[in-house]
Structure formats: C-alpha cells, structure tokens
C-alpha cells in the first residue's frame, strides 16, 4: 500500500492509516498499535529527528529503556536481566502472590524490564526447599518406628532441580512459540517477549515456596488446602497475564491455550507432592506385610 | 654519534650480524640489563626471588598465607586481606575435608543416601561460581577470584561444624546429640554467612545488597543442612 503512494505525501498517510484500521483481519499485516505513529513518521521522511539518525536512534533508545546492542554471549547483554533493586524483587514477588483483577502482572510489574534474577533465585530456592522439607516430612511420619534409619535422600534434590527447572524453561518456551504462531495467524495487540513469559512463569512459582514449606506439617486437608490456595493464585495471575494475548483469537484456541497453562500448573504441584511427601498412611502399609510375617513366625 | 642514533633507531640491528659491531665503538655501559650479583641481588631483594630458598621455606610460607586467612574468617572484622591477595588453596582444603568427612555415612549403603564426594564438590565449587556471577551480573565491584576465595574460606565454621558432628556421633545419635548438632550447625551457618557478607556486601550497591546476600544465605544453608543431615553407619 505504501509503495503506491508518494512517500512525499504526508496528508496521505492519515487517510492510509485509517485504511490500515479499517483491513484489520487481512492476515499479511501485523503492526503493533505503538509503533505507527513511529512508522508513519519514518516514511514521512522529513521529520526534525530524522536529521540526525544517531540522535534519533538514542532518543528511542532512551525512551523505550532497553538496549539493544550488546551481542547474546557479552556479560552485558546478561547484565540487563540483572538490572533490578531490592525493592523491585519484592514488588514483582508480591504482585505474583496477589492477583488483583484487571491488573496484568507483565504490564504493571515488569515494564519492559524483565529479570532473570528473580525467576533464577525463586526455582533455586523452591528446588531445596522441596528436597529438604520433603526429606524433613518423612522424618516425621516415621519417627516412632524403632526399625527406621534416617537417610537424606540427597538424591531427590536432583529430580527436584529437573522438574522444576524444566517447567521454568521449557513451558516458556513452548507458550513463546505458541503465541508467536498465533500471532502470525491472527493479529494480536499485545505480544510477550521470550524473557517476559520466562519472568511471569519464574515469580507465579513463588507461592509455592511458602506452601511447600507448609506441607511439612504431616495433615492431609492442610496440604490439599495449600495446594488448592497456591494453585488458585499463582493460576489467576498466569490466566490473567496471558488472557490479553490470545484474547483476538478463535475461543477453541483460548480454550486450549488457556486449559494447557492451567493443566501444566496443576501438574507441578499435585506431582511433587505426591512424590516428595508420602501420605502417612502410605507409609504405613509397608511396615504391614513384615509385621504380619513377624506374628507368623 | 649521528650512526650510532642510527642505529640506536633500529635497535636489534646488531644482534644479526656481528661484523657490523666491529665497525662501531661501543659507548656506555651496556651490562646493565643482565647486571652484576650485587645489583641482581639488590633487585632480588625488592621482587622477593623464591629460586634459592628451601621447598620447605615456600611451603611454609604458602600455609602461612593460609592460615592468616582462616583467622580473618574467624574474625570477620570488615579487613581487606582475604580480598587483596586471593587464592583457592584454602578453598579447595576445607571442600575437599568436607567431603571426606561426609564419607562413610549411610549413604553409601542405599541410593537414596546423602551427598557423594563429587556431588559435595560440585555443589561447593558450582555454587560459589553461580553466586559470584549474580554478583557480578547485579554491578559488584569485587573480581571473580576474589569473590570465590571469600565464599571458600567461608565454609570453614561448617567444616568445624562437620568435624564436630562426627565426634558427636560417635558417642551416639540420640535426641541429645540431635540437639547438640542442631546447635553446633546453626552457629555455624551463622557465622560462615555473617563472616562472608562482612567481606562481600561492601562491593554492592546499596539497593542491592538484600539480593546479593540472599544466594549466600541459602548456600550455607544448604551445606549445612547437608552437614546436620549426616548420619553414619553403624
């Protein structure tokens, strides 16, 4: 459309801009709501700021806070994932902990500026608090049985460390694609980044850390309990996050989409309490078939 | 005068062909550089030659170095020693002890045991080097072997703590020596975390020390629940 006009012509691009609005579901188009005033500027040429580019181009970068220079294996494209306070880190863990409606956790609390410290820091801590408050449970639960010996199931923290990293990690990047797919099918406005999903699915695991420490106490109802109240939080604020960006599309695919993060979430947390913290009565029915033999003999 | 500019300009002319030598007088003293024994001695004495000392003598010294840094951690007093002049033989002394002394537990009878020697290594060694890059990655102006050698030499109220628990269990593993353990390995993770943020919280910014010391914190923690967990055959 642009190359049959006269890039000379600005008056024309009001008119092409609301062209633009009016195609919408032509499936060749994808342009973001915030950068087409940029765009109309750009092919407009003659701009004050296009006088000098680099001046131009540090002004973008200044407003859009980003950088975008440094190469993937330099220090200081890591560094930017890192560019957090303290007070930021307990904002954003706050925030995944207490879904407010309406709020969307990546506009409120990330601001284009996704860590990695936070999602780094909170798998590692849920990781060993898993191993060792699991360990810890199971203690308990056979304490009073004279022919128990302790051991430290050290090798649970590596499962532990699997699973939760790899839902940390590959979760996110299934969704990235997912949604990157979608929006070359149907335009979406709101499009997440790799980092930002990677940064929601990192902090919504927070909640967990105090459940998980919660399931030590050898109840049944408190751990379901737990479950059900993390579960129902950290999955609002994933549903809530993600419901703008699949909003546009067909319902079969929100249905999907939506259904799978849930499915995943719940996945996680029935899984490892049923791996890392045995039921008391289970661990009950092994001591039977050698007791019974014991009044055999 | 104006050819030996000349070849003072070209300053290895020399070196390839001696006839040219022959043509010019020699002028100053040119023994400088490889110097006679009393000048080679004076330098020896400001660079601290170590060629004509005993083994024993540089050992000596090495421990020395050594031991003065575990009496820093000891007495944590915000001192720059333990970060002026790093290195990674203490470090590798107290992990390397600590996994010994985790040997023989009843770990080695079943698979669902405690840590094995390479995996106390890896989590001592991989730990302190995740830690480190979080402390760089957040604008720590501490170097990356500087950083390592603190959190090595930190382990050592832990290592203490292990020998300790060892000696305890010997007379048996009942409630009280529970207790006692319980005590000794939380004293201890105190004091490795306290003595460590004393030397690495200083290179931070001030909105981010929380987070700096946060990976510490959960570090000793994990090596002493490692320790505390310890049980031994019988």
């Keep these: ?33 915030d950068d087409l005033p940029d765009r109309q500027r750009k092919a407009a040429g003659f701009t004050p700021d296009d006088e000098d580019p680099l001046a131009s181009d540090d002004k973008t970068e200044l407003l859009s806070g980003q950088k975008n220079s440094a190469p993937f294996w330099s220090f200081e494209y890591y560094q930017r994932f890192f560019d957090i306070e303290t007070h930021h880190v307990k904002e954003r863990i706050i925030g995944s902990m207490l879904p407010w409606p309406g709020k969307n956790f990546i506009h409120v609390h990330l601001r284009r500026n996704p860590d990695l410290y936070g999602p780094f820091w909170i798998c590692t ?16 639960v056979k304490l009073g049985k004279p022919n128990h010996k302790y051991s430290p199931q050290f090798g649970k923290v590596t499962i532990a460390a699997t699973a939760i990293f790899s839902y940390a990690w590959f979760v996110p990047l299934a969704l990235w694609g997912c949604l990157l797919w979608r929006n070359n099918k149907i335009m979406n406005l709101v499009s997440y980044s790799f980092m930002e999903i990677v940064c929601v699915y990192g902090y919504s695991l927070a909640i967990y850390i105090p459940a998980v420490v919660l399931w030590i106490i050898p109840f049944e109802w408190l751990r379901w309990c737990s479950i059900v109240v993390a579960l129902c939080l950290s999955g609002s604020v994933l549903v809530m996050t993600f419901w703008p960006a699949v909003r546009e599309d067909h319902p079969k695919v929100i249905a999907a989409i939506m259904s799978a993060i849930v499915l995943l979430n719940v996945l996680l947390a029935v899984g490892c309490k049923a791996y890392f913290f045995s039921k008391p009565e289970a661990a009950l029915t092994p001591e039977h078939p050698a007791a019974l033999e014991l009044t055999k003999a | 005068m104006a050819v030996s500019a000349d070849e003072a300009s070209r300053p290895f002319a020399g070196l390839s062909d001696v006839s040219i030598s022959e043509d010019i007088p020699v002028e100053g003293d040119i023994s400088v550089p490889m110097g006679t024994s009393s000048s080679n001695r004076q330098r020896g004495e400001d660079e601290f030659s170590t060629l004509d000392e005993p083994v024993k003598e540089t050992i000596l010294r090495d421990l020395r170095a050594v031991g003065s840094k575990f009496i820093h951690v000891l007495y944590p007093k915000r001192s720059t020693a333990l970060l002026r002049d790093w290195d990674l033989w203490g470090p590798l002394l107290l ?18 045991g405690g840590p094995q020697f390479a995996e106390v290594f890896v989590i001592v060694w991989f730990g302190s080097i995740i830690i480190t890059l979080n402390s760089k990655l957040l604008g720590g102006t501490i170097s990356f072997f500087q950083s390592l050698c603190v959190l090595g030499y930190c382990i050592m109220p832990l290592t203490a703590a292990m020998a300790v628990c060892r000696i305890v269990l010997v007379g048996g593993s009942g409630t009280v020596s529970f207790i006692v353990r319980l005590v000794v390995v939380t004293a ?21 020390k929380a987070l700096v010391v946060y990976p510490v914190f959960l570090f000793y923690f994990v090596i002493g629940w490692m320790v505390l967990t310890f049980s031994p055959s019988q």
């Design chain 1, 1 to 33: 459309m642009a190359s049959t006009n006269d890039p000379f012509q600005f008056q024309e691009f009001e008119e092409a801009g609301n062209l633009l609005e009016a195609n919408r579901d032509a499936t060749t188009i994808s342009i973001e709501d």
């Design chain 1, 125 to 140: 801590t849920l990781v060993f608090a898993l191993a060792i408050s699991g360990n810890f449970s199971n203690f308990l």
């Design chain 2, 95 to 112: 992990c390397v002890t600590l996994a010994l002394l985790l040997q023989g537990g009843a770990a080695d009878s079943d698979d669902h």
């Design chain 2, 188 to 208: 201890s993770f105190g004091w490795s975390t306290f003595a460590s943020t004393a030397f690495l919280a200083d290179s931070q910014p001030p909105g981010r």
